[in-house]
């Protein structure tokens, strides 16, 4: 089976530093992946974490604590362009397909 | 490179008709994923055609199905319109068929069902 959970909605004003957790129940987890959709658009990967640990890309940091069932994206000196959902995704050996969340949606204000 | 396009962009339907949404996978990617989204939620996953097989089916009835073509384009059908399917339905290509492939979104079809 599988359970996710991320706050429903974060706001934050441009230039801050903004952490989305993910916390998740998935049997025969193996990774973890992060997506951002703007409204009205597609949503576009940003990251997948299969190891502990933090990955960076840029201003955008993802984490992973797999004893934990716990991950984060980070993201930092926020832009307006940053308003958007984000979701978190669990791999699992068992469906082995993305399972999306209700995401999180990331308001930034001048 | 090409991205994912799906056609048309938006629809409307009335409750009981067949609809067909359609997806031109990105160049080189072997797997499309249809997930239904509707307002203010996360993206639901229909299923997945690998190779031109279905490939995993998420929580729906047999009323949605697919198909996938030689050229690892995709169809996605549904039968029998409830005013329940108003949604958007998003076409994601990958390089494989396992979820750690990364996933490329197309911009999806908007269908109104009345």
């Known amino acids: 089976g599988q359970s996710l959970e991320q706050p429903s909605e974060v706001t934050a004003v441009e230039g801050a530093i903004v952490q989305i957790n993910c916390t998740y129940q998935?049997?025969?987890?193996?990774?973890l992946s992060w997506y951002q959709q703007h409204d009205g658009g597609a949503p576009t990967f940003l990251s997948y974490?299969?190891?502990?640990g933090l990955e960076e890309t840029g201003r955008f940091s993802s984490f992973l604590s797999r004893s934990d069932s716990y991950g984060y994206l980070l993201l930092q000196e926020l832009q307006m362009k940053d308003s958007a959902s984000y979701f978190c995704?669990?791999?699992?050996?068992?469906?082995?397909?993305?399972?999306f969340g209700t995401g999180t949606r990331l308001q930034v204000f001048p | 490179e090409t991205g994912v396009t799906q056609s048309p962009t938006h629809l409307i339907k009335t409750r009981g008709q067949q609809v067909t949404l359609r997806c031109s996978s990105q160049?080189?990617?072997?797997?499309v994923s249809w997930y239904q989204q509707a307002l203010g939620q996360g993206p639901q996953f229909i299923f997945q055609?690998?190779?031109?097989?279905?490939?995993g089916r998420g929580n729906f009835p047999p009323r949605f199905s697919g198909l996938q073509f030689p050229n690892y384009s995709s169809e996605l059908n549904v039968n029998a319109l409830e005013l329940d399917d108003s949604a958007l339905y998003l076409c994601?290509?990958?390089?494989?068929?396992?979820?750690?492939?990364?996933?490329?979104f197309g911009n999806g079809t908007r269908l109104t069902v009345t």
């Open positions: 994601a290509s990958s390089l494989d068929r396992d979820s750690v492939s990364p996933l490329h």
């Open positions: 055609y690998y190779r031109e097989e279905e490939n």
């Open positions: 974490n299969a190891l502990d």
């Open positions: 998935t049997s025969g987890f193996y990774g």
């Open positions: 995704a669990p791999s699992s050996y068992n469906t082995d397909k993305l399972i």
């Open positions: 160049s080189g990617h072997n797997t």
